[in-house]
DNA sequence: AAGAGACGCAACCGCATCATT
DNA sequence: AAATGATGCGGTTGCGTCTCT
């Protein structure tokens, strides 16, 4: 007899004996006369769920109700199952790797949660849509930018070169295959361009991989370009597969760009100040015109400066990140000039390895692989400089595993997202073929591997320069208040030259709570903002300001 | 201390897609 | 090929908790 005592399931009984006076108002009836129920799980519940799917396994959902007589819907024990029930599931607050990760993704997705959570092990897509709701709603109310600048930077180099290359990607009517593979081969150039010409760091390993170039590029201080009109989708009924306006680079060459343009505030109506390369006719507030638009991906290449402390202390290790041979991260100090590159990999702290359920064993070891790479590369500094433009020549030996690359080229190829907010195209759409590959490419999509370390930013003054700085000057062109108030994102100013001048403090107050309670465990007068974003690869920030300018060149 | 508002989260809903018949 | 069911996904809502005044 089962008995309803409030939300609790007291014995195991057969639905129909649920009487319709022990029904809440959360109760429904369902399509074969069995009154339902609705509302909170209860541990009975969840038990007899996970019981259900340990002898039967995943999926079938529908027959649980008829096995074991819960009083749920298929729909309903699938998604407890998921978001709860799971093994492996990660609880807890987002980590700050977590959360630059979940932004760089959004930027190349859009509001794809389930995909999305793929890369995320042990986080689910409600999660993570609860947390970039929640985030865009904050953000909104504060007028502040929602993607760090990094990501926006990425965003302007990809329309430059867009602009480039003819507007390729103008008007959405290229071909798919042409557009992704000027978006891939962008990359490349762009990050040849700060090999060829930074002179600084003096071996960048040839990863194919166009998010390492773009973590390349994350120490710099690239406020200026981002646009913080929050990416909200409107809320009509969503658009699966469809494409979400958004100004591409034709729309800009059209509009022209302001650099250092206003939006106003959908939430506050208040009017804020952003280096915003946002057209000024945006048609609708909720569309998605800022240019900010990243398709790197971290995928455990992950810069990592923040402290693991805290992480630590709300997330206990789990089954999904098993352990590894901690010596082997920074056992031995890598050469200064090498730093901005290992900064990228290296982590005293364990690091999680793919969840098992959402990655393909071709990624496994990746990042280990290409960690190796960078150091074992990095003693023949001109070995390979003359090669990176062509990736898809190299042989085996030239990098971590060919395999990479085409990991890598179908990540990207994933990336361009029809209905991501940025994304350089919508023509998928139109692309059955691909659209029938997405399943599969996700597959081989790298996950993020959480790292964690002190932050290492002792490096800085060792590669910064009177020239790099006065580059970075003139590219920037910062003015100081919109400065200030368009880089609430906190690798802001990224701790060097005369940005530094924003302290962690300055920064803290200007980002407003949801930084300010995140960090208050960092240490005061160190780059906070740094630490938060995992931007702590300043010289790389320092030396690409060589690559940057030249890119301004370029555009 | 109390109330209001904000926040965070779990869960539901509707629709789309896929698989099966 | 059409119908049907199962599953997946994104949007939305409701509610408990927290924070601020």
Known sequence: MRRVSGNEIEDEVLPNDLSAAQLTDESYEGSAGVVLKKGPWTSTEDDILVDYVNKHGEGNWNAVQKHTGLLRCGKSCRLRWANHLRPNLKKGAFTAEEERFIAELHAKMGNKWARMAAH??????????????????????????????????????????????????????MHPDLLQKNSYETRVAIFDSLKDNQGILPYVPEFSDVSVYDNMLKGLDSSQYCSFRPPTSPKHKRLRESTIPFIDSSDTKKTGLYPFGQFRDNNSDKIAQSFAMQAPLDPAPSSHSSMCYSHSLSNGNSSTSK?????????????????????????????????????????????????????????????????????????????????????STATPGDRADSSALNVYETEWEDYVDPVSPFGATSILNECPALRANENSLDEQLPVLTFTGNIPKLEFVDQVWTPESENQTLSLLNIAGSDFLLASDWPDLGSGHGKNQAITADTAMTLLGDDFSTDQKHMTAGTSQSSQMWGFGSCATAANNVHGLCQLSDLG
């Open 120 to 173: 995320l092990p042990g986080r689910t897509d409600n999660e993570i849509k609860n947390y970039w709701n929640t985030r865009i709603k904050r953000r909104q109310r504060a007028g502040l930018p929602l993607y760090p600048p990094e990501v926006c930077l990425q965003g302007f180099q990809e329309s430059q070169r867009s602009q480039n290359n003819g507007g390729l990607n103008g008007g959405n009517k």
């Open 307 to 391: 402290p693991t402390y805290e992480a630590v202390k709300l997330e206990l290790p789990s089954l999904q990140y098993p352990e590894l041979d901690l010596g082997s991260w920074g056992t031995s100090p890598p050469p200064s000039l090498l730093e901005s590159v290992d900064d990228f990999f290296q982590s005293p702290t364990p690091i999680s390895t793919l969840e098992s359920d959402c990655s393909s064993p071709q990624n496994s070891g990746l990042l280990d692989a290409l960690l190796y790479q960078a150091k074992t590369l990095s003693s023949s500094k001109n070995h390979c400089s003359d090669k990176s433009s062509n990736s």
